[in-house]
């Protein structure tokens, strides 16, 4: 396994769930920046997402480990989030199911893709992309859920996670809609 920055900070990135999870353990009113930090800590770990992929390309550090971990890391850093949330009651249930549900479905997709080696037909599309900036976007706002400067951060995550949602359903119908033939004839 390749040790280089791009990795580390993915490697971060996992490290960082306990942190973001374990906050919500704490006694109620043990931490009053409790939802701060978490939101804080979330925004660092949605910010070395990016990071460790523009530096990988940048430095031509791009590896198949790598390749493999970076998503893991993404999908695991929002299923702990929205799990915090749904515990809080600032997600409803159906949204993390449904946004939990796509990310296992579409793993599953492509990991099957990539063994019968139609993995093309599946690649990341600007779809997941908006998907993902919603829900980066969304989960800081529920997790801190308090106004900031006035501007109401509930109100702001819960319509944002409800975007996510829709471009969620919208992507795995893309990506289930483009994997379809090799789907219809390795099932035949």
């Known amino acids: 396994m390749p040790i280089n920055i791009p990795i580390f900070l993915t490697w971060l990135r996992i490290a960082m769930i306990p942190l973001v999870v374990g906050l919500f353990y704490l006694p109620e009113g043990w931490l009053p920046a409790r939802d701060a930090i978490a939101a804080g800590a979330f925004i660092v770990a949605a910010l070395t997402d990016w990071l460790d992929g523009w530096l990988a390309r940048r430095w031509n550090q791009t590896s198949s480990f790598g ?34 549900g796509r990310e296992i479905t579409i793993s599953a997709l492509r990991e099957w893709m990539a063994k019968i080696g139609a993995s093309g037909s599946v690649a990341v599309h600007w779809l997941g992309k908006f998907k993902t900036a919603a829900q980066m976007v969304a989960i800081p706002c529920l997790l801190y859920w308090q106004p900031l400067y006035g501007v109401s951060l509930q109100a702001a995550g819960e319509v944002l996670i409800v975007i996510a949602a829709i471009l969620t359903v919208w992507s795995m119908c893309y990506y289930l809609r483009r994997a379809w033939p090799e789907i219809r004839d390795r099932a035949a």
């Open 67 to 100: 390749a493999f971990l970076d998503p893991v890391a993404d999908k695991l850093m929002v299923c702990a989030a929205l799990l915090v949330l749904l515990g809080l009651n600032r997600v409803d249930l159906f949204i993390a199911l449904v946004i939990i």
